[in-house]
């Protein structure tokens, strides 16, 4: 085992203008390793305070990722910092140049001062190629200690963790692999999930697992203390037996996945009628590469006069059970069926919030429908919480319906 | 000036299973005030590790804030690693036991040992109380230095750090405060909107500025370096000639704020017809609460049969210059426009990638109009990157550019 600290510099990350992403993204990278991220420090464009927190990083860590500050301009510390602290002068490194010689040359752009630092690393460091942008990563060695320097700019810094930092970390620490599998159950409280991974007959002693939960979806991850490889047949038996249809196919990272992967294996096109989530689940749909082979299309029947004149629905049902019932979801997934020609419709009509909300159809009451050409189903929902969340599980229940409602046509 | 550490503790946060929200949120509240934020550390449930990285906080800051840990569960260990640095042992908060004792008795529930040590602090410390969960929040002084100690649940640290951590740090420091102004323009490059900024006539001397960039906007943040009001109205007067109608109103976070207020003020309706954004126009603009005082709907067209047979586009104008064309974008606002019932409709239809490019029309070809009673407007932009960003992106357009047709209609 071997202990990791990550070191983020930025001025933009300790204002808060924006979060930084390259931590957690390492961190998830290394989790099913033997490389233990032991802390995570975020520091702005200071001197004294970089120098402070790399110090104190190599103090509590066998390996410090710093990522950051390797640019052009003043306020890029790090080839300054870590040279000093490994009592090593930046030296201009060679193929890094003619790398940005050739690139501003196409630009017809002298290269400033700036350009020649970026292109600079530490004596005696080894270099770390960067296939995105100019600024090499490079890595020092001392004492038993490694510290390896990254681009901050997070998609110039995951390539390079994955293509070049990875393989390192391993040659230098063959052991650092371990054997992981990851469960999502959808739909299901975490203290449920909990209590059932809990009671899985499991070599516990040697597998640590943890639960990350979303709106309406919770990973369970399973990681190999050891090098010895986890026994996933037996927890994928056990898990489909305790989970049944609430958990997704190991080869879909989400609902929407599944969902489109499913209606091409079988032949089937979808159709979407859509209120309270006003076009969130077609987005989940369309955010799918190739979702346009089985995704017809939607209506977002945000007014009544929408719903009446473009899916259909009687102005009797929406006066007798109002635009908030299921007779009236129903109306919508047979009219988004039979308009947009599709073999499954779904539907959706709710409260979201905060506005909207009567003493018997509160703020959250939310009803689904979905219609096949034999057969249809609608049911409603009481959620709780603010206008976001409520449209977040919505669109989590609609597209588990049609899940279910795909496995019910057989 | 104060120096701010802020630490959060949760083993999920250094596996990279979830991201940090909590110090993000934190810098950004501090931001424009004389509490400067140094840096951010993140450590797991370790009692060694969270005292270690508690020590350095207090040695490089004034005053430190901690997040998580509060909690009922064994490795929750925030409360015993502070009172062993301040050298004060847990004890029960007697108002925090008796707001458990009453929620728990409501569910019928007896209190375990870890309900206890919920509501237990460090002697001597001073309450933060909790209006959403049962952990209070204290706080704690010693030779000058301060140590916060907040929940880790979002949604119970946000409140508490605004409503009591926020007017107990102004208590102490009274000249805390700064002055600030924010601007937000649209799609505009981050460098022209940089030297834009950089050649107001301000006086920068006293003023900290930055840019914050997501797709299709830039957010500007002006901050007073000292205790005096920054100019805030000859910075707007500027900034309207700068950047004349790519400037939101100050009252608007985004772009889909500023249009469904836009609509609101003029008495007009909205619909849309969605192609390669697959719903997340709609999505966006049913985002802002009351949006439905002036969303008629819209539909998705992902299939040229929508297209026709709900849109009414001919098959002549789609086999003519294909979905994606000026023509048919115009034919299915037109269309939106007459089956939605609308005053103003917009459409865009494209190539998001990754598959489905060709010679003459390759991903990220995007064509966008926009109709209303009397008038229409169509343009074509080229978005070059991954299929999220050029929906992204497609959707920045075809709400900056309803924005500019609602001006257009005087």
Redesign the interface.
Known sequence: MKRVSIVSTG???????????N?????????PTAFV????????D?PG?LR??IL?ALD?ADIVILTGGLGPTEDDLSVEVVGGIFEAVPEVNQAALERAKAFFGAMGREMLPGDIKMVSVPRGARILENEVGLAPGFSLERHGKVLIALPGVPHEMRPMFQNRVEPYLFSLFPDGGRDSLTLRVVLMREAEVNDLVAGMNIPFDSIEW?I?TSPGMN?V?FVARGSDPIPSESIMRQAARLFGERMLHPSSLTLEDEIVRLLGERGLSLA?A?SC???????R???V????LV?????????N??KS??LDVSREVLDTFGAVSEPTALAMARGALR???ADIAAAVTGIA????GTETKPVGTVCFAFAGMTADRAFTRTIPGA??RV?MLSSQYVLDGIRKFIHSMK
Chains 1, 2 share one sequence.
Do not use: M, Q, W
């Open positions: 001025s933009e990350l300790v204002h808060g203008h924006i979060a930084d992403a931590a957690p993204f390492i961190s998830a990278r290394l989790f991220v032991v802390a995570h420090h975020t520091v702005g200071v305070d402070r927190v104190s509590e943890g990350t990973t991850r979407l859509e989530t006003g076009g969130l689940v077609a987005k749909i369309t955010d590469p190739g979702a346009s995704f017809r299309g939607g209506v977002v029947a945000y007014s006069d929408v004149n473009v308009v947009l020609r919030g905060p506005g909207g206008r976001e449209r």
